[in-house]
C-alpha cells in the first residue's frame, strides 16, 4: 500500500497534471454550464491547473524568471488582448464575444506560459510528445469511424470534430513532428505515419497536405543536419502517393473540372465577401464572433452564396484581424517577427524542440492562408506551447 502511495504521489506532479491537459485536448468538445456561465471540459481543467499553479508560490519564481526573460512577447500578447477587447466593445455580441477571448486566448496563452515555465528546457519535448499521442489516440479512434461509415454526406472523415478540417488540422502538425521525434525508431515513425496519413487521407483536406509539404520544405532549408536530398525525396513521395490516391475523387475531379459548385468556388466568394467586411471595418475589426452576421448581410451584393453556415472567413490572417483590430494584428505581426528573428538568431533550428516548435508555427501560418487555423480551443493551445516552448 506504501508502495502504491509512493508511486502515487510520484505520478501526481503538477508537470503531470499539465501533460495530461495537453493529451485531453479535444475534450474541449465536452460543454459545461459552470455557475450559469457556458464552458467545457478542457477549460475547466486548464482553470484548475492555473489556480494550482499559483497557489504553490515556488512557481511564482519560475514564472517571474520566464516572464522577465521574455517581456517583450508578453506585452505583443497584452496587445493582442488589447484589440479583441477594443474590437467586441465597439461591435456587437459582447458576452459572446468575451467567451471567445477567455476560451482561444486568455487561457490558452496563460495555460501555455505556466506549463512552460514550469518545465525545464530538456523537459518541454514531453510536451510534444503527449500532443503526438493524443493525435495517435484521437487517430485510431477515428479509424474506428471510417469503418463503420461515420462520414460526412460528402463522404468526408471528421471523427469526433464538427468538420474534416478541424480533424485535419489537429493531426497533421502530429504527422510533421513525428518524423522529428522518431529520428531513430523506425518502426514507431512508420506505424505513426501510416495511421496519422490514413486518417488525413480520408478528411480528404487537401490543404492540409500542401501546408504539410510546405511545412517540409521550410524545416528542409532551416535545419542544418537535414540532408536536402532526402527532404527533396520524401517531397516527391507524398505529392505523388497523394496524387494517385486523389485523383478520381469527386472533390479532385470537382476542383480540376472548375465546378462551379466545388469546395474552393465557395470559399473564393466567402475570400471575397470577407475581404469587403474587412475594407469596411480594417481599424477597429468587427469583433471576434460576428462574421457569421456580417457575412450573411452583405449577401445582397453577391450572386447567391454556396454556403451560408460561415463563421469564419476561412483564412487566418483575415480571422485575427477583423477579430482584433488593427492593433491586435499589429501586435501578433510583431511578435511572430521577433520570435523567427530570435529562433534562427540564437540557433534553435540544431534541437529538436526548435524543430518542433518552428514546423507547428509554418504549419499554422501557411494552412492559415486558406482555412482558419488558430481559432479553436485545443489548435490555439497547441500554438502557444510550440511558440513559448522555443523561448
Partial sequence: MNKFREKFNQLATLENFGLGIVFLLPFYLIKIDLLGLPTN?????????????????????????FTQINKKY???FLLILLGLFLSTFLNQNIFKGLGVIKGWFILPFFFSLALVSLLEKEKRIYIFKTYLFSSFCLALLSLGFLFFGQLTFDQRLKGIFNSPNYLAMYLAPAFIIS?????????????FWVILGVVLFFTYSYLAWLAICGTIIGIGLTAQKMAPK???LLLVSMVALFLILTLRTEKMRDFLNLNPRSSAA????????????????????????????????DQKYYPPYLEWAVPHPHSFYLTLWLSTSLVGFS???LMLFWWLRDFLKNKKRETVLGLIS??????????????????KNDLAVVFWLAFLSAL
Fill in 331 to 333: 501586435a501578433f505581426t
Fill in 358 to 375: 518552428l514546423s507547428i508555427i509554418i504549419y499554422f501560418l501557411l494552412h492559415g492562408l486558406a482555412d482558419t487555423t488558430y481559432f
Fill in 266 to 297: 465557395s470559399r473564393v466568394i466567402i475570400w471575397r465577401s470577407a475581404s469587403q467586411i474587412w475594407r469596411d471595418n480594417w481599424i477597429f475589426g468587427i469583433g471576434p464572433s460576428n462574421f457569421q452576421e456580417k457575412y450573411l448581410a
Fill in 74 to 76: 508578453i506585452l505583443g
Fill in 41 to 65: 471540459l478542457l477549460e475547466v481543467l486548464m482553470g484548475i491547473f492555473l489556480l494550482v499553479f499559483l497557489v504553490d508560490k515556488n512557481n511564482w519564481g519560475k514564472l517571474k524568471s
Fill in 179 to 191: 518524423f522529428l521525434i522518431f529520428k531513430k525508431n523506425y518502426s514507431f515513425k512508420y506505424f
Fill in 230 to 232: 532526402k527532404v527533396f
